[in-house]
């Protein structure tokens, strides 16, 4: 028997460093149970935490004690004095843009015509996306971007280039194919019938494939007729369960087009709203420019949107109301939207969405109702915020048990001027308004999706 224990011993250690075994995490777990805008109790901070992870899912979440306690045999991950927080929620990006961010000079429409359209034409070859999407997936995982909510281009080959990519990692992430059957280049205009069928195609092919769900996703208004936005609708009737993606509100010269485009309408978001665009499935970046009424519309068929302040400065689009959405309760998550945003880091997404609070502040008529962003406010909106706002809340977007394990480790000392900050902050508030403002990528030390390590 002497003989026999060591080696008893050695079988049941490597049996715990199986990937299937659980993996305990030792770190300050950071997530959210509600907004924190509305319930001051939606915050769940545990200094010394432990996160249980098996079979890529969270099963244990709590004290670290307690969790040792409760799973004697789990492997144990040090990331003591670091912060664990869910994977962030891209809600709306561009995935063939990625090579143009940072183009100079132009507001919307111009942006479009002069590096958008250009750029997007060469996702026609199908090694292109290949390549585009495989960088665009990594940067996203070095951001510590779980789950996206994607644009591909015109052409089907660019999602599927995409879809492939997702799945090698395991990743949860919405994607579909642009319907634009007008004003752009003949290059990339498809058809009311091409657009229906070659969206049908992909979401036989892809909607529930592993984690990956799809969403129809014309342009945005101008680039759409009236039978095309139908056919949208005829999608989203066939195949209650897909998404709805799209552009609205972004900048005033696209309001007044999409007025004189649609003049039977009431205004931009009554032609999604009319054709049965609207819905608990729908998401709408932007969504600036929102009258008293289309607010209404957005809260009563439970739209949601996507606020992406980076872009919204760089295009000189204007400032979202984000206050405005909490009071209509109205679904808001962050988005890049790379490649009019600046950045793929959600932190970075963080730092500009509290300028923008800022600024509304400053330029309101009674400021004194303006209240700057809160650093909870905006983790919420990178997390569980942007989960609800694409129906995913029961997966993923907080660490409490039973969710994916989809999950992000970020270290407050990533670099010196991050150092010497975090050293005169004593709150979990003030510690996550210096990573928000101060981080980028080199504040994500990893990323896991579905418990398996990224980097
Ligand atoms: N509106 C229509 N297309 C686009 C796009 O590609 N980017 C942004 N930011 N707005 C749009
Ligand atoms: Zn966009």
Redo the contacts with the bound molecule.
Sequence with gaps: MKRILPFLFILIRSCSSLPDSPQLYHASLVYFTDNPSTNPDALKYIEDGGLVIDSGKIVFSGVYHDAKNAFPNARIHDYSGKFILPGFIDTHI?YP?TEMIASYGEQ?LEW?NSY?FPTEKHFASKSYADSIAAFFVDELLKNGTTTALV?GTVHSSSVEALFEQAESHHMRLIAGKVLMDRNAPDYLLDTPESAYEESKTLIERWHHKDRLSYAVTP??AP?STPEQLGKAAQLLQEYPDVFMHT?LS?NKGEVEWVKSLFPNNKGYLDVYNHFGLTGSRSIF?HSIYLTEQEWDVMSSTESGIAFCPT?NLF?GSGLFDVQKATQKNVKVGLGT?VG?GTSFSMLQTMNEAYKVTQLRKAFAVNPSEEKPLSALQAFYLATLGGAKVLNQEAFIGSLEAGKEADFIVLNPHSTDLMNLRMSKTKTIEEKLFVLMMLGDDRTVEQTYVLGDAQK
Excluded: V, W
Aim: a negative charge.
């Design positions: 561009h843009q919307l479009l958008t644009f342009r945005f680039t552009h972004e970046a872009s295009l939207d009019g």
